[in-house]
């Protein structure tokens, strides 16, 4: 795990997300339980994805520069507000059996997309060349002590 980037790891796990959404959406309609195990893997992973950014990775970004409050950070922070709520939405959707997201499927993607570029095109980045091999070991290290939500998605649980 830790020959790698922080960009590299990262970008991995937004593809990883994606495609766990992309595969419930493309089975709700014929495979219903199918479609809620994807989904309940895409809400697990993308609360421990935001858990890694919120309390490993932008604190070490917020160290390194000073920026904290107004800088990308804090940007991300409030945009990861946003993606929970629309999370949760989805989850209460999934939760009743309904296959329409009623568009807060597409608004979380769209705002998806658009939170994983930057954190990509300049987040991610600028750590890898903020941090030295030490920091990106002790980064990975504090990653995979992270584990997973007790508990997951609520339209899974029974
Ligand atoms: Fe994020
Ligand atoms: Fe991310």
New binding site residues.
């Given amino acids: 795990m830790t020959k790698q980037s922080i960009h590299s790891f ?1 970008r991995a ?2 593809e990883r997300l994606r495609g766990l959404f992309a595969e419930f959406q493309e089975r709700k309609m014929t495979d219903f339980p199918a479609a809620r195990r994807a989904f309940q893997g895409f809400a697990v992973g993308l609360r421990r ?1 935001i858990v890694w ?1 919120e309390e490993i990775l932008f604190p070490l970004f917020e160290a390194k520069t000073g920026m904290k409050n107004g800088g990308p950070t804090h940007v991300m922070r409030l945009e990861h507000v946003d993606i929970r709520g629309y999370l949760s939405a989805l989850e209460e959707r999934v939760a009743r059996g309904e296959t329409d997201g009623g568009g807060t499927d597409s608004q979380l993607m769209q705002l998806l997309s658009e ?2 570029g930057k ?1 990509e095109g300049i987040l991610y980045p600028s750590i890898d060349m903020l941090i030295g091999a030490d920091e990106l070991a002790e980064a990975f290290r504090r990653i995979e002590a992270v584990a997973e939500p007790a508990s997951g998605c609520s339209c899974c649980s029974g």
Wanted: proline residues 0%; negative net charge; hydrophobic residues 10%.
């Fill in positions: 990262f796990d937004h994805h950014e939170h994983d954190e």
